[in-house]
């Protein structure tokens, strides 16, 4: 009797299609700044818990208010991140015990900032809408105005990114799709422009329990290196 082939073993999924979360805002803000610009620490504790292990590297190439950072830090993973803004980096890097290893510079710099491979990256760029000028990436730079250049921006930052981290590790994304008048599909459109660079593994949707009425879910880009 002839015998029965196995089957391949299937790799376990990091991601799942649909989740739910807590909305919560747990640290304060600084007194120049407000929460809005950042997202709810359960996200980065579910990705983390689910993607890394302790004592991996975490890196946030956007680190804004230093979300992804302290949740690192909390986890006992070692954070690592860029924030341009010069009062944003001194605030959280007045927080975190390995304040050295956020850097205030330019993530289309990443590479040249000698930082270690890392393990796992999470971030959520700074918006913009596809029917302004000003590009946030650039400050408004009008050599790189328009959407278009915004998105060209972010798959030379991805590219650059992709050099500091380790052969298959995962780079998630947060992006919301903006309403209004004129309708900005950001999330598809950074997952094509990021998708240039990166292998695009799945789009977690986030449901948030207990989020104000025009907050009730939010998007996760999950690609691979």
């Given at each position: 009797m002839a015998r029965a082939r196995s089957q391949p073993r299937r790799r376990a999924s990091i991601a799942e299609p649909f989740v739910t979360l807590p909305y919560a805002l747990e640290r304060e803000a600084p007194p120049f700044e407000g929460n809005d610009i950042k997202y709810p620490e359960s996200l980065v504790r579910h990705f983390l818990g689910r993607?890394?292990?302790?004592?991996?590297?975490?890196?946030?190439?956007?680190?804004?208010?230093?979300?992804?950072?302290?949740?690192?830090?909390?986890?006992?993973?070692?954070?690592?991140?860029?924030?341009?803004?010069?009062?944003?980096?001194?605030?959280?890097?007045?927080?975190?015990?390995?304040?050295?290893?956020?850097?205030?510079?330019?993530?289309?710099?990443?590479?040249?900032?000698?930082?270690?491979?890392?393990?796992?990256?999470?971030?959520?760029?700074?918006?913009?809408?596809?029917?302004?000028?000003?590009?946030?990436?650039?400050?408004?730079?009008?050599?790189?105005?328009?959407?278009?250049?915004?998105?060209?921006?972010?798959?030379?930052?991805?590219?650059?990114?992709?050099?500091?981290?380790?052969?298959?590790?995962?780079?998630?994304?947060?992006?919301?799709n903006i309403p209004g008048r004129t309708f900005t599909p950001l999330v598809r459109d950074l997952s094509l422009a990021i998708g240039l660079v990166l292998r695009l593994e799945m789009e977690t949707v986030v449901a948030w329990k207990g989020a104000p009425a025009d907050c009730r879910h939010t998007h996760c880009l999950v690609f691979r290196v």
């Open positions: 993607c890394t292990k302790p004592g991996d590297k975490v890196f946030d190439p956007f680190a804004g208010l230093g979300t992804t950072l302290f949740v690192a830090e909390e986890m006992g993973r070692m954070p690592f991140g860029i924030e341009h803004d010069t009062r944003r980096q001194e605030w959280v890097a007045g927080q975190l015990a390995h304040w050295t290893n956020l850097v205030n510079g330019d993530a289309v710099k990443a590479a040249s900032y000698g930082f270690p491979k890392m393990d796992f990256a999470m971030t959520s760029p700074p918006y913009m809408l596809r029917h302004h000028t000003w590009n946030p990436l650039r400050e408004g730079n009008r050599a790189h105005a328009g959407y278009g250049a915004y998105l060209r921006d972010m798959e030379c930052i991805f590219r650059e990114v992709v050099r500091i981290m380790k052969r298959g590790s995962f780079i998630v994304v947060h992006a919301d």
